[in-house]
């Protein structure tokens, strides 16, 4: 029921590692339309969207958690223009504490309407959870917090942290 509530949805993923290459195609799978994928290394810009096929090519083709695609972009490049695409959904999926307010009011002039944290903190806040960033974007679009989007691999290490396992 909520793929069908997605589908046709443009979104954009920070980071291509194991959690955002993993979000990215998941939502393929639910008919989104990835518009931009941004790393530390650079990234990639769609405005017509990457559909399933794309984004499982580029997941199979990472090389050691890393986007890997013949259009890559240098990162100062997407990094410019990233934050300006028309999209709905945002993952950021890399390290901590990289989200500014800067980039939060350009996403809610693009019409963001989801934020799925899947990095820990993602907000450039010295809190641990929302600080005035995060406070700010709850505000203005959907913020679902790091310990929800994020809280099937906190179970799994949960799991493997017990002395049975």
């Not at 650079?42 to 990472?62: F, P």
Request: net charge negative.
């Amino acid at each position: 029921l909520w793929g069908s509530a997605i589908a046709g949805k443009r979104a954009v993923v920070q980071g291509w590692g194991n959690v955002g290459a993993a979000a990215g195609f998941y939502l393929g799978q639910m008919g989104v339309k990835t518009v931009g994928i941004i790393t530390r290394d650079g990234g990639l810009i769609n405005q017509a969207g990457y559909d399933l096929r794309e984004v499982t090519r580029l997941v199979i083709n990472r090389q050691n958690n890393k986007l890997v695609s013949p259009d890559l972009l240098p990162f100062e490049t997407v990094n410019q223009k990233i934050w300006d695409l028309d999209f709905e959904i945002f993952v950021p999926a890399a390290a901590s504490r990289l989200i500014t307010r800067e980039q939060v009011d350009r996403m809610v002039s693009s019409k963001l309407e989801v934020f799925s944290c899947g990095a820990n903190v993602p907000f450039a806040d010295p809190e641990i959870f929302f600080g005035p960033t995060g406070l700010y974007a709850d505000e203005n679009f959907s913020v679902i917090p790091d310990f929800i989007a994020n809280c099937g691999m906190a179970r799994v290490f949960a799991h493997f942290m017990e002395k049975e396992v």
